[in-house]
């Protein structure tokens, strides 16, 4: 069974705070994603990489960056919290892009007070 | 551009109905892929079916099929015999077939809630 795992829950953060958000996947999957989901508006694609140290904005990239040093390990940075960035972010990786489902982590809740 | 529109915001049914989950996208691509997904409340999205532009064939899978109508652009998705376990956000997306690495492009609608009572 394909297994993400991420390094929080439930994480409150401050305005200005530069947090760490961590997510690991145990099938040598080549390409990992981040997302936000927020009421009404769905998912949205923060960033993907497609291989280590490759990394490829999504629709929402503004405020965040990320980092992809080995292939299992794919790590959302929130340079300055802000409140708006208060949301529930969610890991997946998959085999391929375009034709292959994803397997989803179980996502972090963070507030940003 | 592409679209994915579920435009059923959220449905409650009680169980055993029969219950049918609305899809519309829209793209610019002649070669595509479609996919359901589920979210139950302990929050982790579990892949349902992929289905390529090209294979109208519906879908089978137990109590969820699947009806896929290119002319109406439309992947609607039934559970027969509904459970109070089917309770959940369902997703709906849409990947272009010729994408890697910054041409990569999945867009997912923005979900319905299908809340099943006893």
């Known amino acids: 069974d394909v297994k993400v795992t991420q390094s929080s829950r439930y994480l409150v953060k401050r305005t200005g705070e530069k947090v760490f958000l961590e997510c690991v996947q145990d099938m040598d999957h080549e390409n990992m994603f981040w997302y936000r989901q927020d009421p009404g508006l769905g998912l949205r694609l923060i960033y993907f990489?497609?291989?280590?140290?490759?990394?490829e904005k999504g629709d929402i990239p503004e405020g965040y960056s990320v980092s992809r040093e080995k292939k299992e390990r794919f790590s959302l940075i929130l340079e300055s919290a802000s409140t708006n960035q208060t949301s529930m972010y969610l890991c997946?990786?998959?085999?391929?892009?375009?034709?292959?489902?994803?397997?989803f982590g179980p996502g972090t809740r963070l507030t940003v007070t | 551009a592409q679209k994915v529109t579920q435009a059923q915001t959220e449905i409650s049914v009680v169980e055993k109905e029969d219950v049918t989950l609305d899809c519309v996208y829209e793209?610019?691509?002649?070669?595509?892929?479609l996919f359901w997904y589920k979210q139950p409340p302990s929050g982790e999205l579990v892949f349902l079916i992929r289905r390529n532009s090209f294979d109208e064939q519906n879908e089978i899978s137990g109590r969820y099929s699947w009806n896929f109508q290119k002319s109406t652009s439309s992947f609607n998705f039934t559970i027969t015999a509904s459970q109070v376990v089917d309770s959940a956000v369902y997703f709906c997306a849409l990947s272009r077939l010729n994408s890697g690495g910054s041409n990569y492009k999945l867009t997912f609608g923005k979900g319905t809630l299908l809340t099943v009572n006893p």
């Open positions: 997946a990786s998959s085999t391929g892009l375009a034709v292959y489902e994803q397997y």
């Open positions: 990489s497609y291989d280590v140290k490759m990394k």
């Open positions: 793209t610019r691509d002649t070669t595509y892929y």
